[in-house]
């Protein structure tokens, strides 16, 4: 499956604060905030959405397409994610602005306070998805959190070539309003969400659970700690849960290491419950660790924790497809 990820493509910086950020907050007083953390450290790592899977998929074997726009301070992350599979050939470099920024302090909780430059991720409406899947024979389209208008011109241009596409808001859903959301969700193969973005999408469509999976395919919805449910019109809903032995060290890009692993199994034939194994394993290595493309997936170590959480059968499954 030739699989092109959109979405932004960034560099994060990433703080963490040794406290609960609740306990800075005041009941009553929350229309006038003017917060201060000290922080114990700083790492600085590659991200962004559409960064993030595009090097999951890689790291996978499936050899993405990476669609977007960045800054001429993009070499050094551009070679990166080529020596670990990705297809940078329809990523642009604009001319006057430098690779979106995400600055992020994440509490001893899992709570997380972040702010995001766009720079040259504003430029993305530029690129025509019809042009490149006529030269790259797309399968599906991730259409990820970036550009509004970027990502409301990728799902028309998708829907109107028939190619499938994949709704991924997550950070974007606090900004897209009910009509936009209904645009980029109508006709969707998969839609990604966790629990939180799930309310929201509803509450600003108007429209219920069942009115949503009459538009889309697949529903995917991530549930931290609970693991993943994916519901389709007419199915019983698939849940899975996490990976039991957890380590939590930092949550960045644990949403978008899961959609690695979910469609990648998907790409491979495996069924949906495989699918969202895989997927909650991928995370698993992201939260294990500071930034969202610091992991490795081994195949022996991998192998041993999907039998351990999953059974043997889920990590022969796995293993056959793996890479190396």
């Given at each position: 499956?030739?699989?092109?990820?959109?979405?932004?493509?960034?560099?994060?910086?990433?703080?963490?604060?040794?406290?609960?950020?609740?306990?800075?907050?005041?009941?009553?007083?929350?229309?006038?905030?003017?917060?201060?953390?000290?922080?114990?450290?700083?790492?600085?790592?590659?991200?962004?959405?559409?960064?993030?899977?595009?090097?999951?998929?890689?790291?996978?074997?499936?050899?993405?397409?990476?669609?977007?726009?960045?800054?001429?301070?993009?070499?050094?992350?551009?070679?990166?994610?080529?020596?670990?599979?990705?297809?940078?050939?329809?990523?642009?470099?604009?001319?006057?602005?430098?690779?979106?920024?995400?600055?992020?302090?994440?509490?001893?909780?899992?709570?997380?306070?972040?702010?995001?430059?766009?720079?040259?991720?504003?430029?993305?409406?530029?690129?025509?998805?019809?042009?490149?899947?006529?030269?790259?024979?797309?399968?599906?389209?991730?259409?990820?959190?970036?550009?509004?208008?970027?990502?409301?011109r990728y799902t028309a241009d998708c829907r109107a070539a028939g190619i499938p596409f994949a709704a991924d808001f997550s950070q974007q859903v606090a900004f897209l309003d009910g009509g936009s959301m209904?645009?980029?969700?109508?006709?969707?193969?998969?839609?990604?969400?966790?629990?939180?973005?799930?309310?929201?999408i509803e509450q600003k469509t108007g429209w219920t659970n069942a009115d949503i999976l009459h538009r889309v395919r697949t529903r995917i919805i991530t549930l931290g700690s609970a693991g993943a449910r994916?519901?389709?019109?007419?199915?019983?809903?698939?849940?899975?849960?996490?990976?039991?032995?957890?380590?939590?060290?930092?949550?960045?890009?644990?949403?978008?290491?899961?959609?690695?692993?979910?469609?990648?199994?998907?790409?491979?034939?495996?069924?949906?419950?495989?699918?969202?194994?895989?997927?909650?394993?991928?995370?698993?290595?992201?939260?294990?660790?500071?930034?969202?493309?610091?992991?490795?997936?081994?195949?022996?170590?991998?192998a041993d924790r999907a039998a351990a959480a999953y059974g043997d059968e889920a990590a022969k499954e796995f293993v056959a497809h793996l890479p190396g």
């Open positions: 499956m030739r699989i092109a990820v959109t979405g932004s493509i960034a560099t994060d910086h990433l703080m963490m604060f040794s406290g609960k950020f609740t306990d800075t907050l005041i009941a009553g007083k929350l229309d006038k905030v003017s917060l201060s953390f000290l922080v114990g450290d700083l790492e600085i790592r590659r991200g962004g959405v559409a960064g993030n899977i595009a090097f999951g998929l890689g790291c996978l074997g499936l050899k993405p397409l990476l669609v977007g726009s960045v800054g001429q301070d993009f070499a050094e992350y551009r070679a990166w994610l080529e020596r670990h599979g990705v297809d940078t050939s329809c990523v642009r470099t604009s001319a006057t602005k430098h690779t979106a920024r995400f600055v992020a302090t994440n509490d001893t909780e899992g709570n997380q306070i972040a702010s995001f430059y766009p720079g040259a991720m504003s430029e993305d409406a530029g690129i025509d998805i019809t042009d490149v899947a006529a030269r790259e024979s797309l399968d599906l389209v991730l259409v990820g959190a970036g550009d509004p208008g970027a990502m409301q209904r645009t980029l969700i109508e006709d969707a193969s998969y839609l990604f969400c966790n629990e939180y973005e799930e309310a929201v994916v519901e389709q019109a007419g199915a019983e809903p698939v849940v899975v849960g996490s990976v039991p032995d957890a380590k939590f060290v930092e949550p960045t890009g644990a949403g978008d290491a899961f959609r690695c692993g979910f469609l990648a199994a998907t790409a491979w034939g495996l069924p949906t419950e495989r699918a969202i194994q895989l997927g909650n394993l991928v995370a698993v290595h992201v939260l294990e660790t500071v930034g969202p493309q610091e992991y490795e997936l081994k195949p022996g170590p991998l």
